[in-house]
Structures are given as structure tokens and as C-alpha cells.
């Protein structure tokens, strides 16, 4: 599995747009990048997928450049009830290697 | 979406006593199962991952005479701390994945005291 970095710790303000780059220098011809949300005490939650350029939800966008080694989550309008952790994760479809890295805290201020 | 629902939430056990928490997959089959622990303020860290019907294969360090696993079914796997001791006290987290489209979907996780 394509080792991830991440910034341990992200500070914002309600209303702000929110950038959070992952680092995947290995990332692997089949796998994707999936980026999940942690409240405390709770499960993580799936944020979003891709595989290259960019992917946009309802809550999310996710671009990935064209060398794929990094990919950026993109938390539009940011309100306080985003604090959380977010994890990036690489794998393949078929890749059953679910270990997390040490994720990025934001914190968004009022 | 699918929906992975774990029991109990929060549980508290005196020491020497053995603790199962069940992961249900409600609305897809499951074929492979991941379980994690976490400490406060930490990242979840993988112990073991299983596929119905198979033992499981844990992680370097993790105990498997301590910490049972077992994947019955499509839709169920239980993880059973044994002689719980203090130490133990986490959070302990269990993922699904669809076997449909390879998405995977995280329980509300379960909070263990070992008192």
C-alpha cells in the first residue's frame, strides 16, 4: 500500500475554503485515493473517491494531478461542524490494505 | 448506502473477563471485514482483517489468542477480547467491504472499559 503523508493539523475560519494535500509518492497504477472524515468516538466516514483529475460531490471536491503522487481534498465553505480528522487513503480496488495514516485535524474557528 | 452497524457502542468489564463485539453488514454482503483499535487522539491502527469463512490474518503484535476474530457469515463478524485487562481500554472500530463495488463502510465503533 502507497505510504500517505499528511499536515498533522489544520487551522480555519467558518466560511473558508479548506485545502488539505495528501502525499502518496508510490501510489500504484490501479489504486485510488479515498479520503474519509473522524468525529470523535465515531467511525470514519467516506468523504470521497477518485482515480485522477477531479471528483466533486455534494461535500467535497478531490483533484489529483496528472503525476498522481498527491492528491488535494477541497472542503468548500468550511462551518464549524467540520472539526475533524481526515484520512487519505491509497489503495486498489482489489487491495484489502486498509491501514490509515496519521490523518489531518482541522479545526475551524468561529 | 450501505450501512455497517456494530454492537455494543460502550462496554464496561472487569478484568479477566472476555468481551465479544459484533460488526453487522445490514444491507450487502460483506467479503472481507477489517478491525482497528484506537487511542485517544490517535490514528486507527489495522489488527486484523477477515474474509468469511477463513481465519483472519492479524497484524505483527497483535494477539490472536487474546483478540478472536471471527467472520461467520456474509453479514456478521464478532471480535472477542479474552481476559481483558485494563490496558485493553479503547475504541475499537470494524470495516466492511461491499463485495458488490469494493466500497467499505466503517461501524459507529465501541468505546471498552476494563475496569
Known amino acids: 500500500l502507497a505510504k500517505t503523508t499528511q499536515p498533522i493539523s489544520m487551522d480555519s475560519y467558518e466560511g473558508q475554503e479548506v485545502n488539505i494535500t495528501c502525499s502518496h509518492n508510490n501510489i500504484a497504477t490501479n489504486d485510488y ?22 471528483v466533486t460531490n455534494e461535500v467535497a471536491s478531490l ?3 496528472a503525476d498522481r503522487k498527491s ?29 490509515f495514516g496519521a490523518g489531518t485535524r482541522l479545526t475551524v474557528k468561529p | 448506502g450501505a450501512v455497517v452497524s456494530q454492537h455494543p457502542s ?14 453487522r453488514s445490514l444491507d450487502f454482503q460483506a467479503t472481507t471485514m477489517f478491525w482497528y483499535r484506537q487511542f485517544p487522539k490517535k490514528s486507527l491502527m489495522l489488527m486484523a482483517t477477515s474474509n468469511e469463512g477463513s481465519k483472519a490474518t ?7 489468542d ?18 481483558a485487562h485494563p490496558e485493553d481500554s479503547s475504541f475499537y472500530i470494524c470495516s466492511a467491504r461491499d463485495g458488490r463495488d469494493y466500497g467499505y463502510t466503517f ?6 472499559t476494563v475496569v
Not at chain 1, 33 to 38: F, G, K
Not at chain 2, 10 to 17: A, D, E, F
Not at chain 2, 58 to 64: A, C, D, H, L, S
Not at chain 2, 70 to 83: E, G, I
Request: with cysteine.
Open chain 1, 63 to 65: 483533484f489529483i494531478p
Open chain 2, 10 to 23: 460502550r462496554v464496561i468489564c472487569k478484568s479477566g473477563t472476555s468481551v465479544k463485539i459484533e460488526c
Open chain 2, 58 to 64: 492479524y497484524e505483527q503484535g497483535v494477539e490472536k
Open chain 1, 71 to 99: 492528491s488535494t481534498l477541497s472542503l468548500p465553505r468550511v462551518s464549524l461542524s467540520d472539526t475533524a480528522v481526515y484520512y487519505c487513503l491509497v489503495g486498489g480496488y482489489n487491495n484489502n490494505d486498509m491501514r
Open chain 1, 33 to 54: 485515493i479515498t479520503w474519509y472524515q473522524q468525529f470523535p468516538s465515531q467511525g470514519p466516514r467516506f468523504i470521497i473517491q477518485g482515480y485522477k483529475t477531479k
Open chain 2, 66 to 83: 487474546k483478540f478472536l476474530i471471527n467472520h461467520a457469515s456474509l453479514t456478521l463478524s464478532t471480535l472477542t477480547v479474552t481476559s
Open chain 2, 107 to 112: 461501524g459507529s465503533g465501541t468505546r471498552l
